[in-house]
């Protein structure tokens, strides 16, 4: 699986958006990015996945390059509920079915 | 539809006791994951599993853990004689037996603390 390269940390104001940098330069043509999140001792929440095309869900939107070699995760009304270690994660299809996580982005969403 | 459901929530053993988590997959997951998550660290994958199978366990250190995941029942992640390096947050996630959308769907975890 591809590495990918997340800021350690990021400060958003509340109600503004947040948009949250992946760096995936190695990624192969089958390889899915994932984002995924934990709020502070709890478990991860997965966000949204994609592969070539911008996707949009409840939570979020996940804007790939046309290259894939990076991607923005974007939230579009952080609340401070959303402060939580962000994780980009890129993996292929296959049997390797876990996920590896990296050290992810502390998002820290201010009043 | 239930989430993962892990237990217990919080365990505190003595130096040398076994510790002993359970992991119950979401209704119609037949894949089981366990992760260790040390204080202030990022998670570690451990073990990946199916229905009485360990698929992929690279990530389990080599001695006095164990994992397993029977017809029947939860999945059980036994760590034998604890150490206080043990100490640590496990989670469990599980995922459905077919498709390659890669999304687990964690529990809250077990909290594991060694006296």
């Known amino acids: 699986d591809a590495k990918t390269t997340q800021p350690p940390s990021m400060d958003c104001a509340e109600g503004r958006a947040a948009n949250l940098p992946c760096n995936h330069s190695?990624?192969?043509?089958?390889?899915?990015v994932y984002w995924y999140r934990q709020i502070h001792s709890q478990g991860p929440q997965y966000i949204i996945h994609?592969?070539?095309n911008n996707e949009t869900n409840e939570m979020a939107s996940l804007i790939i390059t046309e290259d894939r070699k990076s991607s923005t995760l974007i939230l579009p009304h952080a609340t401070l509920r959303d402060t939580a270690v962000y994780y980009c994660?890129?993996?292929?299809?296959?049997?390797?079915?876990?996920?590896?996580f990296g050290s992810g982005t502390q998002l820290t969403v201010l009043p | 539809n239930a989430g993962v459901m892990q237990n217990p929530r919080h365990l505190v053993r003595r130096r040398g006791q076994e510790a002993r988590l359970r992991c119950s997959p979401m209704k119609g997951h037949s894949h089981v994951y366990w992760y260790r998550q040390l204080p202030e660290e990022g998670l570690k994958f451990m073990v990946y599993l199916q229905k009485e199978n360990i698929i992929d366990e690279s990530g389990m250190p080599k001695e006095r853990f164990s994992a397993e995941f029977p017809k029947e029942g939860p999945s059980i992640l036994r760590i034998q004689q604890v150490v206080r390096g043990d100490s640590a947050a496990y989670f469990c996630?599980?995922?459905?037996?077919?498709?390659?959308?890669?999304?687990?769907?964690f529990g809250e975890g077990s909290r594991l603390t060694v006296l």
């Open positions: 994609g592969l070539k």
């Open positions: 996630a599980s995922s459905p037996p077919r498709g390659e959308t890669g999304e687990l769907f």
């Open positions: 190695t990624i192969s043509g089958n390889e899915y």
């Open positions: 994660i890129v993996r292929g299809s296959g049997s390797a079915r876990q996920l590896t």
